[in-house]
Structure formats: C-alpha cells, structure tokens
C-alpha cells in the first residue's frame, strides 16, 4: 500500500529535487563563470605587465601575485569542479522534469496501469544514479593524493556538495 499519493511525490520529492538540482546547477555555473573570468583576467594581465618589469621593478610583485592567485584558482577549479557540477546537476534536473512530464501527460512509458510505480522507480533512480557518481568521486578523492591536498590541508579536503537525498530534502 503506497504512502504517498502521486501528488505528494510530485510536490515533496520532484519538485523539491528539480528546485534543488536548479539551484545547484545555477550556483556552480556562478562560480565557474566568475572564476574563469578572473582567470583570463589575470592570465591577459601577466602577459601586459611582463612587458613593463624592467621599466617598473615593483611590477614584479604584482606579476608574481597574479601567477601565485592564478595558481590558486587552477586548485579551487580541481577540488571543486564548478563546471563538472554545474553540467552534471543540470542534466539531472532537466531529465526529472521530462519524466515528470512524460508521467502527467501519460506517455509512455506511464501510460500503463502502473505508471506511478514505473515513475517513482525511474525518477529514484536518477537520483540515486547522481548520489552514487558523488559517492565514488569522494571515495576516489579520499585514496588518491592530487596536487590539490597540499592547499587543503587541515581543511578536511573539502568536496562539492552530495546532492540532495530523501533524508536531507
């Protein structure tokens, strides 16, 4: 006997969930624009003071910050995998909105008696597909040493966010 009715699991898991994966997928795009916009910014910026070293002597500090905040983003980019999220929530969002649709226009596959089964099975599944992809890229990132660890020592090599579960919705 079901304990949710279909409008229940529509309200307070898919649309949660499609909200959730929307936001997320928004926020990591934020930042991977904005920190690759001030990557460029830099990388150009290296490249025209370089020119001016030997006229401007003090320019060496600044050439050399730049190169020590570009190194520093290049870090930021491997541990937390702005585009890689931002990709990878977006897909996820976009492929629960279309079973949700599927399932309440009755297309198949829901257009059999036991469409909300099917549609609660393949929407868990997507999710639970995302949960596991999070779930191995932390275990592999807790057995694999990168060049990231040194700048996240004492910090507990932080990671992107899981996304949402049931339990934390």
């Known amino acids: 006997m079901p304990t949710m009715t279909p409008e229940q699991y529509l309200q307070d898991r ?11 997928s928004r926020s990591n795009q934020t930042t991977y ?5 001030i990557e460029i910014v830099l990388a150009a910026s290296i490249l025209l003071l370089a ?5 401007v002597p003090s320019l060496r500090v600044v050439v050399g910050a730049a190169g020590v905040l570009l ?12 585009h890689e999220n931002w990709v990878a929530y977006r ?9 949700k649709f599927l399932y309440l226009t009755g297309a198949p596959p829901y257009s059999e008696p036991n469409g909300f089964g099917q549609f609660v099975a393949r929407c868990e599944a ?7 992809k999070w ?7 807790q057995q694999v040493p990168t060049s990231a660890d040194a700048a996240t020592a004492g910090t ?14």
């Open 126 to 132: 997507l999710m639970g597909s995302e949960q596991e």
């Open 51 to 55: 020119g001016y070293v030997g006229e």
């Open 91 to 99: 897909n996820t969002g976009e492929a629960l909105k279309r079973e």
């Open 33 to 37: 624009r904005r920190l690759r916009t």
């Open 71 to 82: 190194a520093v983003i290049a870090g930021v980019f491997s541990l937390y995998r702005f």
């Open 14 to 24: 898919i649309e949660d969930q499609i909200r959730w994966y929307g936001d997320r």
């Open 135 to 141: 779930t191995a890229l932390f275990k592999a990132n």
């Open 156 to 169: 507990g090599g932080a990671l992107p966010e899981p996304p949402a579960s049931a339990e934390t919705s």
